[in-house]
Structures are given as C-alpha cells and as structure tokens.
C-alpha cells in the first residue's frame, strides 16, 4: 500500500471550492459515519465515490470551527495536506471537492480506469480469490473489498496516524468509513454542495 511521507509547514486555511449546486443538501442523518459492506456489484477500483471517514468516538481531533472558518490542528493540517497530495501518490485519482471537519473528512473522489491500477490490484484480488474459492465461499464476498478505494482512503488514514504517533498526539480513527457511488450528475452536485458547505452549517447541525 502506497504511504505518504510528508514534512510540511502548513499555514492553517479552509481550502475547498463552491459550486453553482442544487439547493436540496444531504444531511449527517444521510451520510452514516460508518458502514460494514460494500455493493457487490461495484469492484470500486474505477467510478465516482462519496467517502466519510470519522474519528473514533467523534472526537475534535483535527481542529474546531470558529465563526464560520476551520481552525486546523496540527493533526488536522496534516490530513488536509495528506488528500491534497493524493494524486502525486495515486495518479489516476482526483480529489474533486473534500473538507476536513473537526472529526470527520468527506472526499468525493474520482478513480479513473488505467492499466496501472489495474495492474495493482490483481495479483492480490486474483490470490484472495483462489483461498476464497479453496474455503468454499463465493469471491465476490472477500475480494471486492480489496479495491482501489479501500487503497487510497487507508493510505490516507494510515498516514495520519503514523504522523499521530510519530508526534505522540493522541488520535484514533473509527474503524472503517462509509461510501456512496455517484451515478448521476444530480447526485455529483448535491454531494460536492453539501461538502462545500459543511463548515458553515457546522454550527447549525451540531
């Protein structure tokens, strides 16, 4: 798996873009914090993906909003560089729209279709299939979850908290992180709006 090794001196800013978007926004009660499946019908090594990815217990490990601005943590600029960086990392990812929230990150995130990826991730789908099939279970119920975005979203968490413990700063994710394929442009910009609007409703919502 791809790590990051960043040494930054990072001036603390809310950094993300506003698009033109519908007005019909999601809500938390519609992004869950954590999910334990994926579709089986999706490989998620190429597509359009919604991702949340929160600390454990909720806790404000990566900042606090104060009068409408994110005021980053160390730990919080250090994430926020970590998903800017992740194409130098990834080349056939986009980061489109992302915010870093005090105890949360959304990203939506494009994985385009390359023989590089592809490549990455067959020798170890094609070795988890063989044992899978040796155990008797379907392939599909364990090698789906070996995909290019489970790669990009652990890099990124592992990272930050390499970077956590390096620093002896106390951190911890909630395990795993929730994720909603973009099938169409109505859904492309409710999900960009509503991360693009995050830190303003912060106060609103909690």
Sequence with gaps: MATFALSLHIQVHSAFHHPQCAN??????DTPVRKYTRAVFADYKVGLFFVTCSTK???HYFGEIEEGTMRYSPLGAYLK???????????DVE???????????????RIHDTERAE??????????????????????WRCHFDNRLGNVVGS?????????????????????????????????????????????KWGKKY
């Design 156 to 200: 990124i968490k592992a990272s930050v908290t390499r970077f956590a413990r390096q620093n002896h700063y106390e951190f911890a994710w909630l395990p795993r992180y929730y994720d909603r394929i973009i099938r169409n442009s109505e859904e492309y910009w409710k999900v960009a709006t509503y991360i693009c609007d995050n830190v303003a």
């Design 81 to 91: 560089a970590c998903i800017e960086h992740t194409t130098e990392h990834f080349p």
């Design 24 to 29: 019909d926004l999601y809500t938390m009660e």
């Design 57 to 59: 217990e909720m806790r």
């Design 119 to 140: 490549a990455f991730n067959y020798g170890r789908l094609n070795a988890k299939a063989r044992i899978t099939i040796n155990e008797g279970h379907d392939p599909l």
């Design 95 to 109: 980061i489109e729209y992302f915010v870093v929230m005090p105890n949360h990150f959304h990203l939506l995130i």
